[in-house]
């Protein structure tokens, strides 16, 4: 059959252009390979010596000596990469200007990409009869006959049964346990979207109806789901989950924290009776191989996991939820510096999939995009059942009578004892790993800091350990100052959560504690039993750092005491009030719950800050007014377009003189009436020895910002070590 190349196919010998993940930023011609390719198929490419992964991009351009270009050493075996994922990466990438062969990175983060389908022996019940009996065959026997359909591997029988993997090998000689070879890669169970759900409320019932019509219209669309803690939010988007489910089609949930998927994970399995895909950093290498081909041949349906499962290689994309969407995590940091919130938004127009943005306390950019009328909004104002947003007030420190090295104040003290009188839980929020978060010698003055970063180290007492919460160097707690030597005189400076719950030990001596901080647990699965027990009333108080913020349900958690309210205040960064508020509502919206009224308290010694009134009073649409009004006067994001260029390299002064030279060179900058701000040292100046310099530029919103960051950057000529990273919407500004 004769194929055109518009239809995607190349015969044998056609010039063909291929994407590789190496390097070099530009799509390189190939002859196709005997029997040909097609547009967006996966193949080994001869590069030098070597032979490297890449994807048929485009047509070839022969623009060199076409007696040189080589053929395709193999098409490997996996569904080819769709227009629409091609396009995504491409757009991506001109987006976060990020070159090509990165992005395709991204794009192809499965081990074992290609393999044939690995095969593994498995082990069931055969027709056959041993010649004679043991007490150890009969074990084996028994085991499979007591689990009739399952197949087991050779480890697993054997296990099972306790004895030895002879005893089996044995069996299967003689016929009566039968040897199989299935794949590997077993099939995600099938969803079922039409399995009884909750009873919805009303309200709940209503936004459901509103995303349902969304994903059935088979077009692009975003919707802010706005609701309280507890409101239904999560109840309210599986439902959009479902209908895409009955539409055929793939649904990706985004979740911020990985710690949270375990508890997520049960909610689907009750509500579709099977578990999704997954993926994330704490997936295997075997399950990740599983769910990138079981996604790109579309056969698992529904997906959980972190910011990178955006970019599978879904087949046909329907819903993509972001939970917690106002999440600084959904900012990558590092390498590909992109926000998976807003490349959700972008994957989904072209898909034609639906986005909803989920979230109590949304960032300020997607409440803007609301207010102007680009994405849909649904409010669920009240809490599931009877109960309401807890009561918040202020504790004023000043007023409070206080020793030093104390952080409990008498009033909170109180209350807390009053909960725990009436059987309630209390939760005491201080967003601080560690013991201490200064180690300071009280001879010379020295602070201890880490000796790669710009950081100070933070007293981990658990781990008997000094920790950079940067780079995440550890060291032995010294005996001896390292500046002065003066012995014994290092001493801890304010409190970490390990420190306050020696505080609280000596407060409330009968309490039962629990501390919940991301560093204490080995694994997810200790986490979330940690969590389960907290939630069975386990504890009477709880001490958490920024976890507990998260959306874990604690039935009998009724205060809240945030420590130090005033902790994110500090500093210049502009969205620091966005931050706090978000972080204090989403705090206090642990409390309470069922027909239990909750309260929150917040320590501060600044009860007039703007910030902490705009919590306190609840009135969320006048904060969000206001810091809208503000930010639109500074011109900076949502109503202008900002962009970070981090340099980095091992001598300041080099690093600095770069970053002097190209804020002097801005023409291009000029041209689309953009400012330069800097150089100035980055928000972390110093991170593994290597120094960082930041400039900041910003522009007008309609501005072309990308187009002239390209030129302006491309004028430098990077030495030795020195790095540049370009950082579009960066996260403080
Ligand atoms: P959010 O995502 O807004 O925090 P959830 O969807 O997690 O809210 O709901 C909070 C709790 O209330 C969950 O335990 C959920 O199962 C329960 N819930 C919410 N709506 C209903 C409902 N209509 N019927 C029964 N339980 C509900
Ligand atoms: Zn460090």
Redesign the pocket.
């Known amino acids: 059959m004769q194929t055109s190349p518009e239809e995607g196919f190349f015969d044998e010998g056609d010039l063909v252009g291929v994407l590789t993940t190496q390097p070099i930023d530009r799509v390189l011609d190939y002859r196709a390979p005997e029997g040909g390719c097609m547009l967006g198929q996966f193949v080994e490419v001869p590069l030098g010596p070597r032979r490297v992964l890449g994807v048929v991009w485009a047509q070839g351009r022969g623009d060199y000596d076409l007696s040189k270009i080589r053929p395709v050493s193999r098409v490997l075996d996996a569904p080819p990469m769709t227009e629409e994922m091609r396009e995504f990466l491409e757009r991506a990438a001109a987006y976060t200007l990020t070159p090509m062969p990165a992005m395709l990175r991204l794009g192809t983060r499965a081990p074992g990409l290609g393999d044939p389908p690995s095969m593994r022996k498995v082990y069931r019940l055969g027709e056959g009869a041993p010649d004679r009996m043991t007490p150890a065959r009969e074990k084996v026997l028994g085991v499979l006959r007591e689990y009739g359909g399952l197949s087991f591997t050779l480890k697993e029988l054997a296990d099972y049964a306790d004895v030895g993997t002879s005893v089996v090998k044995g069996l299967v000689k003689q016929g009566a346990v039968r040897e199989e070879d299935t794949p590997r890669d077993a099939p995600y169970p099938l969803l079922d979207p039409d399995l009884p759900g ?4 009303g309200d ?1 019932q209503a936004g459901a109806e509103r995303l349902r019509a969304g994903v059935r219209s088979g077009r692009y669309g975003t919707t802010l789901l706005r ?10 988007y599986l439902e959009a989950v479902a209908e895409c489910l009955r539409q055929g089609r793939q649904a990706l949930v985004l979740l911020p924290e990985i710690a949270l998927s375990s508890e997520f994970l049960d ?1 689907v399995r009750t509500r579709f009776g099977g578990l999704p895909a997954e993926w994330h950093s704490g997936v295997t290498m075997t399950e990740r191989r599983r769910a990138w081909k079981m996604v790109g041949e579309g056969q698992a349906r529904m997906v959980v996991g972190a910011r990178s499962a955006l970019f599978l290689p879904y087949r046909d994309l329907g819903l993509i939820v972001v ?1 917690e969407e106002h999440d600084t995590s959904y900012k990558q940091e590092d390498g590909v510096l992109y926000n998976a919130r807003d490349m959700a938004v972008l994957r989904a127009s072209l898909a034609g999939a639906q986005v909803v943005l ?1 979230s ?1 306390t949304p960032s300020l950019e997607s409440w803007a995009n609301a207010e102007a009328g680009k994405y849909e909004r649904i409010d ?1 104002t009240d809490r ?2 009877p109960a309401v947003m807890p009561r918040m007030r202020a504790i004023d420190m000043r007023d409070e009578d206080l020793p030093g090295a104390r952080w409990i104040s008498p009033t909170l003290k109180r209350a807390v004892e009053g909960r725990i009188e009436k059987g309630e839980q209390a939760l005491l929020f201080l967003n601080r790993r560690g013991y201490a978060p200064v180690t300071i010698c009280r001879a010379c003055g020295n602070q201890i800091g880490c000796d790669h970063c710009d950081a100070r180290m933070v007293e981990h007492r658990f781990l008997k350990r000094l920790m950079c919460h940067q780079c995440g160097e550890t060291k032995p707690i010294p005996e001896a100052c390292p500046s002065c030597e003066a012995e014994g005189k290092l001493a801890p400076v304010g409190p970490g959560v390990e420190r306050l719950a020696e505080e609280v030990a000596g407060v409330f001596p009968d309490a039962r504690v629990a501390i919940l901080s991301s560093d204490l647990y080995g694994t997810a699965r200790q986490l979330k039993a940690q969590i389960e027990a907290i939630a069975q009333g386990g504890a009477d108080i709880i001490i958490g750092t920024q976890i507990v913020a998260k ?1 874990h ?1 604690f039935p009998l958690l009724t205060l809240v005491g945030v420590i130090d309210a005033d902790l994110g205040l500090q500093g210049s960064d502009l969205r620091a009030a966005e931050r706090t508020f978000q972080l204090m509502r989403q705090v206090a919206g642990r409390a309470g ?1 069922a027909d239990q009224p909750g309260e929150a308290l917040l320590q501060t010694f600044q009860p007039e800050h703007p910030v902490i009134r705009a919590i306190l009073g609840g009135d969320e649409e006048a904060f969000w007014a206001a810091e809208a009004r503000e930010r639109e006067a500074a011109g900076v994001p949502p109503y202008g377009r900002m962009a970070g260029i981090v340099l980095s390299g091992t001598d300041v002064q080099e690093v600095f003189d770069l970053g002097t030279r190209l804020a002097r060179n801005d023409v291009a900058l000029r041209r689309i009436g953009a400012q330069v701000f800097g150089p100035a040292p980055a928000p972390i100046a110093r991170i593994r020895g290597r120094h960082r310099v930041r400039l900041l530029v910003k522009a007008d919103k309609g501005a072309p910002l990308q187009a002239a960051l390209a030129d302006w950057a491309g004028q430098v000529r990077l030495k030795g070590e020195t790095r540049m990273a370009i950082d579009i919407d960066p996260q403080s500004f």
Do not use: I
Not at 198 to 201: D, I
Not at 228 to 233: L, M, Q, R
């Open positions: 909750k009873a919805l409320t709940q609701g309280v803690t507890g409101s239904g939010k999560t109840e309210v909610r939970d989920a109590a669920l599931f059942g959306g349900n719950r």
